[in-house]
């Protein structure tokens, strides 16, 4: 586009809305595509526009709108729908419950290309229907489709962003402690696991209280596999005093320990493991006394098939430090980002 006098934009046309306020009016006098005739000129220089932007011939230029409809093949996502253009603006909504995955390499080299900006919910982020994903648009009127071609090519089969949905899984809950399993406490785990599964699609199987034996914890978590169980939460028997078993009875069942002990607080003492394709938690006490830990941060990834590396939890002590507000916002916060 090129900015020219009024007065020598006869036949040319217009490369964006011109904006009339007259007598309570605010509105586009003139809308972009509009061929300028003669007529028009005393109007635009009542209206105070000395210089209009018109399209040049032959530019290889794209305006914001045609852009951000170019754009929006970028990240064409199952569960999702895109916002008509608005201020050549596109908006990404989910239309389901899953969780967000950004390839944030590919995204920050579509952002290097220069005039594109997409910016995003972070990386592992889960989302409710109806929530803003992303939104894309270039920052001038105009670009050149050069660069719009270049961030189609750098995204073709590849996905800059994915929404996964969340499987339904079968759960089997197991809480440790002779002084629960012996009624001498009473146990207030069981309320907390099911409020949390409760969230995902899928079923408790049960919950079974074990004393602190780990032959009685290795048959009833075996009980719970031979019934089908797709997921196993230990809790109870999860700290360092030499008879807190919970850890060993896990590794005695044969599941591989990604990590005892993550950076997280609240949470640092949980266990991630996993018994062939069966995820399996240990859960500590801090579940049962704070509103959000690690637990919650464990079970959106867990729920949408994704498999923990160690060095995927060993990033979360960047943002792994909770803030103890006094209302929880999770997972609008900090907390839990990596």
Same mark, same amino acid.
């Given at each position: ?65 045609? +852009? ?30 899953? #969780? ?21 919910? $972070?990386?592992?982020? *889960? ?21 719009? %071609? ?17 499987? $339904?899984?079968? +759960? ?11 009624? %001498? ?45 797709? !997921? !196993?939460?230990?809790?109870?028997? #999860?700290?360092?005093? *030499?008879?807190?078993?919970? *850890? ?17 607080? $609240? ?69 839990? %980002?990596?």
């Amino acid at each position: 586009m090129k900015k020219i006098r009024v007065e020598e934009a006869v036949g040319k046309t217009l490369c964006h809305d011109l904006t009339e306020m007259k007598d309570g009016f605010k509105g586009a006098a003139y809308k972009r595509g509009h061929v300028i005739r003669p007529e028009d000129i005393p109007h635009m220089l009542d209206m105070g526009k000395r210089y209009v932007f018109v399209w040049e011939e032959n530019a290889g230029e794209i305006h914001e709108e045609e +852009a951000a409809l170019r754009l929006e093949g970028l990240a064409k996502v199952p569960g999702t729908r895109f916002t008509a253009p608005s201020e050549g603006k596109v908006v990404l909504l989910a239309e389901k419950a899953g #969780m967000l995955r950004v390839d944030t390499a590919l995204l920050e080299a579509v952002n290097s290309l220069g005039d594109i900006t997409i910016a995003t919910l $972070p990386d592992h982020y *889960p989302v409710l229907p109806g929530m803003r994903l992303a939104s894309m648009r270039i920052v001038p009127l105009v670009t050149k489709e050069a660069q719009i %071609r270049d961030a189609e090519e750098m995204c073709r089969g590849k996905k800059l962003l994915d929404l996964l949905s969340y499987r $339904p899984l079968k +759960a089997g809950v197991l809480i440790t402690g002779s002084e629960i399993y012996h009624g %001498r406490v009473r146990d207030r785990f069981e309320p907390v696991v099911r409020a949390k599964l409760g969230k995902y699609p899928g079923e408790i199987m049960g919950v079974k209280i074990c004393d602190d034996d780990e032959e009685m914890l290795l048959k009833a978590a075996r009980e719970f596999l031979a019934a089908g169980a797709d !997921l !196993l939460v230990f809790s109870g028997g #999860m700290s360092v005093d *030499p008879d807190d078993l919970t *850890p060993a009875a896990i590794r005695a069942l044969g599941c591989e320990v990604v990590s005892y002990g993550v950076p997280s607080q $609240p949470g640092n003492m949980s266990l991630v493991a996993y018994l062939g394709n069966i995820p399996v938690l240990g859960v500590p006490g801090a579940a049962v006394s704070m509103p959000t830990t690690l637990f919650d941060v464990l079970l959106p990834q867990i729920y949408a098939g994704v498999r923990f590396t160690r060095q995927e939890l060993r990033s979360l002590g960047d943002g792994g430090l909770c803030q103890l507000c006094g209302e929880c916002h999770f997972p609008n916060c900090t907390f839990g %980002r990596y």
